[in-house]
């Protein structure tokens, strides 16, 4: 007896009294309002089950106490109506350290004006001497152990140059300009002055990736071998007079360091056309040191970055002062962003659920019970022969 007085009285705490199944009435709309509730519940679910899957990234900044890195750049840059031939790649920095005419982890691959490659396969090569691109033209046998004249430009380390390019790196070394190479027998026997020629009409990609002290700093893009002269970079454009270079590029990829989920690299896929030959192209570039922390604990260090830009004529006698190219300009910003990943919590995405089933579930039944009885009333009506 006591045990079923207190279940009684728990009765009279149920919210949710039952009517008897006789008493309920089924209606069109009311299917109508349930379907079109059921679906808007199903799709809800869904999108609230995708957010939920995806990852919480929080983001932080603080200052970058970061010693001794190396920057990592990846370069992919096409150059439609510039030859391979004509260019050269160099990166220096505040420091002082200088990489000249790299050759190091940087390709190159010729493209015909269509835009479509000549060679099947890239080749690994000096970017800003392609000399040793040229078809041999050797007609006598050479002795692999001759010392040919350096033309005056024999050094302590290179007293022997055996080949056009050989010559060309000891011109390099003397800071002397390389133009006229009539009198020079390893150019004429490879064929250098043809071969220059011939690619005239080609274009060039070249990509891989350079790496340089995490300093501010600057690699660029120009036509002419690349030299120290008293203290000052120079390009030697001597070897192609009357040559109008026309630095037209696309930017297929410009990055530094790995890429992390959802990073922007503001200059990818973007092209760039010269209107007039011999432009010199500036970026401007602000790196931002970034450190993105996987769920897993996995920690990737790197960066993002903005960009302005900048456009000059350095024709002789017409433009400013300069060198036709294009440049990247880069310093590092001192703060870092850090990016956490986190699991999304599941007690929210369990309250969401029920936010949702309960709030469409209150709000169809406030739907149904309006037309239920908006369609009694003017049934009501009707039968009064009221209903105009």
């Not at 439609?80 to 790299?102: N, T």
């Not at 090569?125 to 078809?135: A, I, R, T, W, Y």
């Not at 004529?313 to 990943?341: A, C, D, H, N, Q």
């Not at 659920?353 to 049934?379: E, K, N, P, W």
Request: contains cysteine; charged residues 25%.
């Amino acid at each position: 007896m006591q045990a079923n007085d207190i279940f009684t009285r728990l009765r009279q705490f149920d919210a949710y009294p039952k009517t008897l199944e006789d008493f309920r009435i089924k209606t069109f709309a009311g299917a109508t309002v349930t379907f079109i509730s059921g679906l808007l519940m199903f799709i809800l679910f869904v999108s609230e089950f995708n957010y939920y899957l995806t990852k919480d990234v929080n983001a932080e900044l603080f200052v970058d106490t970061s010693r001794g890195q190396k920057l990592k750049i990846n370069v992919d840059i096409i150059f439609p109506k510039l030859s391979c031939a004509f260019l050269s790649i160099d990166a220096m920095d505040i420091s002082g350290e200088q990489q000249i005419d790299v050759d190091h982890n940087m390709f190159k691959k010729r493209l015909d004006l269509e835009g479509n490659p000549i060679d099947e396969e890239a080749e690994k090569q000096n970017l800003g001497d392609k000399s040793h691109e040229f078809v041999n033209a050797i007609k006598d046998p050479l002795d692999p152990k001759r010392c040919e004249s350096c033309y005056g430009a024999e050094s302590s380390d290179q007293k022997c140059c055996n080949t056009c390019e050989d010559v060309r790196e000891a011109y390099r070394r003397k800071g002397w300009a390389f133009s006229d190479v009539s009198g020079i027998t390893q150019c004429l026997r490879e064929g250098w002055s043809d071969k220059i020629k011939v690619q005239q009409n080609e274009g060039c990609e070249v990509y891989g990736y350079l790496e340089v002290n995490k300093v501010a700093g600057n690699f660029h893009f120009a036509p002419g071998k690349s030299f120290q002269q008293q203290h000052v970079h120079v390009h030697d454009l001597q070897a192609f007079p009357g040559q109008k270079f026309n630095l037209t590029h696309k930017i297929r990829h410009l990055s530094f360091g790995k890429d992390y989920p959802g990073i922007v690299n503001p200059l990818d896929k973007t092209d760039t056309i010269a209107e007039q030959s011999s432009v010199m192209f500036q970026y401007f570039v602000k790196i931002v040191p970034t450190t993105y922390v996987k769920i897993n604990g996995n920690v990737l260090a790197t960066n993002q970055y903005s960009v302005t830009k900048h456009s000059k004529i350095v024709s002789r006698g017409l433009g400013e002062s300069g060198l036709p190219g294009v440049f990247m300009m880069y310093e590092l910003s001192p703060m870092m962003v850090k990016y956490t990943e986190k699991q999304r919590s599941f007690m929210h995405f369990l309250t969401s659920v029920c936010a949702i089933v309960g709030g469409i579930f209150t709000v169809a039944g406030l739907i149904d019970s309006m037309i239920y009885h908006s369609a009694r009333a003017i049934q009501k009506k009707i039968d009064l022969g009221k209903a105009s």
